[in-house]
């Protein structure tokens, strides 16, 4: 009687972690959203990497991207890009560690990341590849909230000639490469092996992690403002980032493009590509629809359009219903975050016809009656008696100096942040 009480607790405890395990989801936890093939784009305090990327490609060399991701769940799968490449991508030798400092890992966290079973794959011109699930073992139970903290090295080796690069230029954070020829160096946890630096991320678009059912996921959508240009280079202090801080039970995933618009342009061509990459149309399906357990979307975008593309308020606003009615037909809620001021600050964006425009796109955003609820980031940091950004939030917290006026820096990215009625995120 006594084994068989054991075996039946036993049993009982089993069932109890399979309908653990049920009821878990696959979420976003990450995104560096793909525009272009490298060079094109609006990379941030990059080396000069021509000696590196010879023929702006990778030849037979390991990436190391540190990534952080918005929750650490027990799995994670990656998806690698090839969307703006031109040829076959084979990688190998993929790998994801706890980062500890520079290019080198915590260790004994990095673990292999398979391909339907294999060490490798290749990924066709235009395709996306996800991973197998990775079971992330970091450690001893009691290091697991310390672990958790810590942002993923994810590493891969290009085998040969990779042909144009799909790649994110503004990451804001430093990650790791060998030099074209080294091989395959993901399996190790030093830093040896990657000497070069880079601030961007290449061919990784995307992390997901199984997590609670109940888990809520906010995506960050828009161009460079919500990329972070301004914020501090490995600072995590872009607004998303301190959304993320004062949701702490949700997960904010960014999907900010520097350089990107609404609606333009028409049609982008891989082959003459422009650093803002494909309109926010053209990339919600891969940037928004296609990621897991996407709940909310705050939609933060426009200056672009109104200045260097010189599109009208109108043309803006009906993007703007476009999108959110296709987000709408998938349950997903969207706030629109009005657009802020960039007057007086560069050639193409600081002039009146382009403000004049601004504030009839936020007219609609304010009051149109097509988004959810309503994040009036221009409320949060212009100054009333000029009508431009507020004098503190001009100098620029990634390279110093005085910054453009069309970009916030820290401290504006906070109280832009600071402004979302966290009561509008999921409805009430």
Not at 223 to 235: K, L, R, V, W
């Amino acid at each position: 009687m006594k084994r068989t009480g054991l075996l039946a607790c036993a049993l009982a405890l089993n069932a109890l972690a399979l309908n653990a395990l049920a009821a878990d989801k696959w979420v976003a936890a990450w995104e560096g959203s793909s525009h272009g093939p490298y060079p094109t784009g609006n990379a941030v305090a990059q080396p000069d990497l021509q000696a590196l990327l010879p023929g702006a490609q990778a030849n037979d060399q390991t990436f190391r991207l540190i990534v952080k991701p918005g929750i650490r769940g027990s799995r994670a799968r990656f998806r690698l890009s090839n969307v703006f490449g031109s040829k076959p991508v084979t990688f190998d030798g993929v790998y994801v560690g706890v980062h500890a400092t520079a290019g080198s890992l915590l260790a004994g966290t990095n673990r292999p990341v398979k391909f339907q079973g294999k060490d490798s794959v290749t990924v066709a011109p235009g395709e996306l590849a996800w991973s197998d699930p990775v079971v992330l073992r970091e450690g001893d139970a009691p290091r697991q909230g310390d672990l958790a903290a810590r942002k993923l090295a994810v590493s891969f080796h290009v085998g040969g000639a990779s042909g144009p690069m799909t790649w994110h230029a503004k990451a804001m954070q430093t990650s790791y490469l060998t030099r074209p020829g080294a091989g395959s160096h993901g399996a190790e946890e030093g830093a040896d092996s990657f000497p070069f630096t880079t601030t961007s991320w290449y061919f990784l678009d995307a992390v997901e992690m199984m997590a609670p059912a109940e888990t809520k996921v906010i995506v960050a959508f828009g161009d460079s403002i919500t990329d972070g240009t301004n914020s501090t280079i490995n600072g995590d202090d872009r607004w998303p980032d301190f959304l993320a801080m004062r949701t702490p039970k949700a997960v904010v995933v960014n999907a900010g493009i520097g350089g990107n618009q609404v609606v333009g342009p028409a049609h982008y061509d891989k082959a003459k590509p422009i650093g803002g990459g494909p309109s926010a149309l053209e990339r919600l399906e891969r940037d928004v629809l296609s990621l897991s357990g996407v709940n909310t979307v705050i939609w933060l975008e426009a200056i672009n359009d109104l200045s260097a593309a010189k599109a009208s308020a109108e043309e803006v606003i009906a993007g703007l219903r476009a999108g959110v009615e296709r987000m709408h037909a998938k349950g997903i809620r969207v706030i629109g975050a009005t657009v802020t001021s960039a007057l007086n600050s560069t050639a193409a964006a600081g002039t009146a016809d382009v403000d004049a425009r601004r504030k009839l796109v936020n007219e609609f955003i304010r009051h149109g009656g097509v988004f959810d609820a309503v994040a009036d980031f221009d409320a949060a940091t212009v100054d009333p008696a000029t009508g431009a950004l507020r004098a503190e939030y001009k100098p620029s917290s990634s390279t110093g100096g005085p910054g453009d006026g069309l970009h916030p820096n820290r401290a504006g990215y906070q109280a832009m942040a600071g402004s979302v009625d966290l009561k509008t995120l999921f409805g009430r």
